[in-house]
């Protein structure tokens, strides 16, 4: 089966500064990347995702990039502010697997004012 | 709009107890997810349903059993608890389109909080 590895485990980082967290998979099928944004006491909300048909993908100050050759794929969130402050969750999943996703472990995500 | 609502929120089970954690989503989607949350290890995927009166396991399904009651509730039961059941719960539903081969986005709950002692 897939798996997901994910690093680092916390990052911290001042305002203003960048952030990027990294993950690599095994399932050379899985074609479906998305990244979880989790605030303390809630569950996983989906903040981007990127398909294998592209390599790189954009929403404001989030973008995500995927190398399916070295089974590669990172979050990058620009100009960081307080509240992107969270554990982050990536994922992967073949195409044709109903959506059943398997999860990196997490990176705790500390932005420092 | 509430998405997907679970309850309990919180629990505390002693060691042999039973409980079922209840899941309903009011989006109509046709798959439904179990995960449970230990850390360290991200989510792990419990079972699954894929639609209404189908159920599969997924990499974690020991100690535990779902129903899918109907399109829009799910719940997982867990007959004899055990301390390693001490852990979050999700529940998650999402669109499957089976026949597009499509991954779509994955609704969470807020999750139940168990703790076995």
């Known amino acids: 089966g897939e798996n997901v590895e994910q690093h680092p485990s916390t990052l911290s980082v001042q305002e203003g500064d960048s952030a990027v967290i990294k993950c690599t998979y095994s399932d050379s099928a899985s074609n479906y990347f998305p990244w979880y944004k989790q605030e303390l006491g809630k569950g996983p909300q989906l903040i981007i995702d990127i398909r294998s048909n592209v390599g790189e993908k954009k929403d404001q100050r989030i973008a995500v990039t995927l190398n399916k050759t070295a089974k590669h794929f990172s979050l990058h969130i620009t100009e960081t502010q307080p509240e992107d402050s969270a554990v982050y969750f990536c994922?992967?999943?073949?195409?044709?697997?109903?959506?059943?996703?398997?999860f990196g472990g997490g990176t705790r995500l500390m932005v420092k004012p | 709009n509430a998405g997907v609502t679970q309850t309990p929120k919180f629990q505390v089970l002693k060691t042999g107890q039973s409980m079922t954690l209840q899941c309903a989503q009011d989006?109509?989607?046709?798959?439904m997810y179990w995960y449970r949350q230990d850390p360290g290890m991200g989510l792990r995927l419990i079972y699954y349903s894929a639609s209404e009166g189908t159920t599969d396991k997924g990499e974690v399904p020991n100690g535990y059993n779902v129903s899918r009651l109907n399109k829009r509730e799910f719940s997982l039961r867990l007959e004899s608890a055990a301390p390693s059941q001490t852990s979050v719960y999700f529940c998650?539903?999402?669109?499957?389109?089976?026949?597009?081969?499509?991954?779509?986005?994955?609704?969470f709950g807020q999750g139940t909080r168990l703790t076995v002692v």
């Open positions: 989006m109509n989607h046709n798959s």
């Open positions: 994922a992967a999943t073949p195409q044709n697997a109903g959506n059943m996703l398997t």
């Open positions: 998650a539903s999402s669109e499957v389109h089976w026949r597009q081969l499509m991954n779509t986005e994955a609704f």
